[in-house]
């Protein structure tokens, strides 16, 4: 079983549509969750990250965290062509200085 | 200041051959750290370093090593590449372990 398990997609939605990804990990040790996009070709860059459970909000994106589940989300309000990437979600291994990725989602907004 | 670089961008290898990626950062980052990114499989980490003169193995080390001589360079090596190499190796570096910054990536080829 995968650390981290995260739907490849892609997911294809309207301009201006709210958009949910999510992951799942099976570590209750698991501490800090972040979120990174990629863009083709690119590496990837923090977008978000959160400590412990609950939520945090940054301009039009969203991360919540949901440890007794195991289950975190990032939502995009608003959605724009230039949120097309692939959104990776990322965890604090038990160790400190270790992470785990998930496989990344492929979003793609439509004009 | 141009953050995480990385040398080369593209390299086609022999199975057999040797090389060494090149990762530097100028921001003073006591963290760096060496990903592969394959599809389907997300980022993982090969091995990682928490200081200048230090290095740990991560989830998927075999294969590789690493020096860390001086704290803005973290080289990665392949004594005797491998077709189960050919990838897309990413470096970061972060102040805060939660907090990376990635390079551009090198796409590893072997033949």
């Known amino acids: 079983q995968k650390e981290v398990e995260q739907d490849p997609g892609p997911l294809s939605v309207p301009e201006g549509a709210i958009v949910s990804l999510n992951c799942t990990y099976s570590?209750?040790?698991?501490?800090?969750f972040m979120w990174y996009r990629q863009y083709s070709r690119k590496g990837p860059e923090l977008l978000m990250y959160?400590?412990?459970?609950g939520n945090k909000e940054d301009g039009r994106f969203t991360a919540q965290v949901d440890k007794s589940s195991k289950y975190i989300s990032l939502f995009i309000r608003d959605s724009q062509p230039s949120d097309s990437a692939t959104y990776l979600c990322a965890m604090e291994g038990d160790n400190f200085n270790k992470f785990y990725f998930g496989s990344g989602t492929k979003l793609n907004v439509k004009p | 200041n141009a953050g995480v670089t990385q040398t080369p961008k593209f390299r086609v290898l022999k199975t057999g051959q040797s090389m060494t990626l090149l990762c530097a950062q100028d921001?003073?980052?006591?963290?760096m750290y060496w990903y592969r990114q394959d599809p389907g499989m997300g980022l993982r980490l090969i091995h990682y370093s928490v200081g200048e003169g230090t290095t740990a193995k991560g989830e998927v080390p075999d294969g590789y090593n690493v020096s860390r001589l001086k704290k803005q360079n973290f080289l990665l090596g392949l004594e005797s590449a491998a077709p189960s190499q050919t990838s897309v190796y990413f470096c970061?570096?972060?102040?805060?372990?939660?907090?990376?910054?990635f390079g551009p990536g090198t796409r590893l080829t072997v033949t």
């Open positions: 921001m003073n980052h006591e963290y």
């Open positions: 959160t400590y412990s459970s």
């Open positions: 970061a570096s972060s102040y805060r372990a939660y907090e990376q910054y």
């Open positions: 570590n209750s040790a698991f501490q800090y």
